[in-house]
């Protein structure tokens, strides 16, 4: 069991790396000017998502427990989350450091 959860995690892991990959090359799309530059970029942005859809497809093999296996929308849960909700007055700011309200001018 310990060796799985290991490998799990080594292949979110590369997933979480390879998606960053993504977003890096996504900016520096913004900043080429060069088309075979671009041509490069967009390319290895195609590859990492072959790469990071094989890899979930790899985790979803490794998931054991019918609870680790999500369905969507979750049953009986709210599909957004409720737990952190805004304050009912937007001028008054709220921050961890202190529970006192603080108003905003």
Do not use: F
Request: aromatic content about 6%; hydrophobic content about 35%.
């Amino acid at each position: 069991m310990a060796t799985k959860d290991w490998t799990k995690s080594v292949i979110a892991n590369d997933v979480i790396d390879l998606a960053n990959d993504n977003a890096r090359a996504s900016y520096e799309l913004l900043l080429l000017t060069d088309k075979t530059a671009i041509a490069r970029t967009l390319e290895r942005i195609e590859k990492n998502k072959i790469v990071i859809t094989s890899k979930l497809e790899q985790l979803d093999g490794l998931l054991y427990l019918a609870e680790a296996r999500p369905s969507w929308p979750p049953s009986g849960k709210h599909a957004n989350p409720t737990s952190h909700r805004l304050p009912k007055y937007p001028n008054y700011c709220w921050r961890k450091e202190n529970v006192k309200r603080r108003r905003v001018s």
